[in-house]
């Protein structure tokens, strides 16, 4: 089974609709992410979480939302889809190594396409 | 300046040949660099980690430059199965913050 999965792998929306991305991770990282990523942009930062009392925004946290239910779940939210968050997204877990932020595990993606 | 800069490529080359990747990054009191691996739409893999004294694994090799703020990957005797998006990834050395990802060099093998 993947360390790091993600529910739906494509999704189908219309404006205005609200979506609930769900990402569940079995490598025991305390560090979760999520990640929208666009042709010609490369990853974008959404929200990030270092512990299940910790949420932190990202570069471009507008229209979304987060919530970490445990340690392996964090689920990113869109409350009124719009169609320029048509993107693939991801999510994904890390922890320290020496203090130091390590290696970051990537879950499979979401395909939304909101229309 | 970017936080993390790459060449966007696309890099063509045929198989068999050596090809080298550059990388700047912004922040000097930076302490992880990585390099990832991207196919299309698919999700970033760990290719390897960068280290102070380079590293090699395989055809593959890492280098860092702190003076010069800089990262390097070099592949050679290249592969078609090397095709992809290749994201230096480089950590913002400030307490609670995370990885700062490149936008990705595309490399494509042909035979």
């Known amino acids: 089974d993947a360390d790091v999965t993600q529910t739906p792998r494509n999704r189908i929306t219309k404006t205005g609709k609200r979506i609930m991305l769900e990402c569940s991770q079995t490598?025991?990282?305390?560090?979760m992410y999520w990640y929208r990523q666009d042709p010609g942009l490369g990853l974008r930062l959404i929200y990030y979480s270092f512990d299940v009392k910790d949420i932190n925004k990202g570069e471009i946290s507008d229209g979304y939302s987060v919530s970490r239910q445990a340690q392996a779940k964090f689920s990113l939210s869109l409350e009124s889809a719009i169609p320029n968050q048509t993107a693939l997204y991801f999510c994904?877990?890390?922890?320290?190594?020496?203090?130091?932020?390590?290696?970051?595990?990537f879950g499979p993606g979401t395909r939304l396409t909101v229309l | 300046r970017k936080e993390v800069e790459q060449d966007p490529g696309p890099f063509n080359v045929p198989e068999g040949a050596t090809v080298a990747f550059n990388c700047t990054y912004s922040n000097s009191a930076s302490q992880s660099f990585f390099w990832y691996r991207q196919d299309c739409r698919k999700e970033p893999k760990l290719l390897m980690s960068v280290y102070s004294s380079g590293n090699e694994d395989g055809r593959f090799t890492a280098q860092l430059n702190r003076a010069s703020q800089y990262i390097s990957l070099l592949i050679r005797d290249s592969k078609l199965s090397d095709s992809a998006t290749y994201l230096c990834?480089?950590?913002?050395?400030?307490?609670?913050?995370?990885?700062?990802f490149g936008k990705g060099t595309t490399l494509s093998v042909s035979s």
């Open positions: 490598k025991g990282h305390d560090r």
């Open positions: 990834v480089v950590n913002r050395a400030q307490a609670g913050t995370a990885l700062i």
């Open positions: 994904a877990t890390s922890d320290l190594s020496a203090g130091v932020e390590d290696t970051q595990y």
